[in-house]
């Protein structure tokens, strides 16, 4: 178990280089696995977290699969792919669907969170809109962002972050690594032998 982190206290909007956090990973090889285990390291910890969880759902293998997100103060899991048939081409994306994820976790936000998780900086972010709003909120209360960037995005990440962001591998270890640097664990002090 570990104990309690300690961090040092920063003003609202006092962000640094080490707290927008790009997960850098190859276009369609998302690092599920990454996320999964920063999520439960920070769980571990205590840390409170906002955010969301990437989960495919591939009900067979003649269709498209779908992704739901897991808003993670509530475990809420919500579809984020329209099902148009089997005909269907384009873009499946429900943009309802999104703005409600975007609002759970500006709301989850709103109770002082130590870290929020994103799980990717899409299409749709890089066209300026889905979460990035989210990212605006957390850069201006100080709130450190991790978010998964593929490699046909970096550019518009890049042109985003205004070259505040830190790029990390899509190792577990590069993750984990960045999050025992901005939030360390104290560790306990075993007590001296008694002399005498």
Known sequence: MYAQHSAPPRSPGEQTRQDLVAIVYADEAYPQLTFEGLVTECRKRGLRIAGVLQHSICPDLSRHCNVALEELTTGLRTNLFE??????????????????????????????????????????????????????????????????????????????????????????????????????????????????
């Open 83 to 196: 099902d148009r048939g089997p005909g269907a081409s384009g873009c499946r994306l429900d943009a309802a669907a999104l703005a409600e994820v975007n609002a759970q976790v500006a709301r989850s936000l709103d109770t002082a969170s130590e870290l929020l998780i994103l799980n990717k900086f899409g299409k749709v972010e890089a066209e300026g809109r889905g979460l990035l709003d989210l990212v605006a909120i957390a850069v201006d209360r100080g709130v450190p962002v991790i978010i998964g960037v593929p490699v046909r995005n970096l550019d518009a990440w890049r042109r985003f972050s205004g070259g505040l962001e830190l790029e990390l591998s899509s190792d577990l270890s590069a993750a984990l690594d960045w999050l025992n640097r901005r939030f360390p664990v104290a560790v306990a002090q075993e007590p001296l032998p008694a002399t005498g």
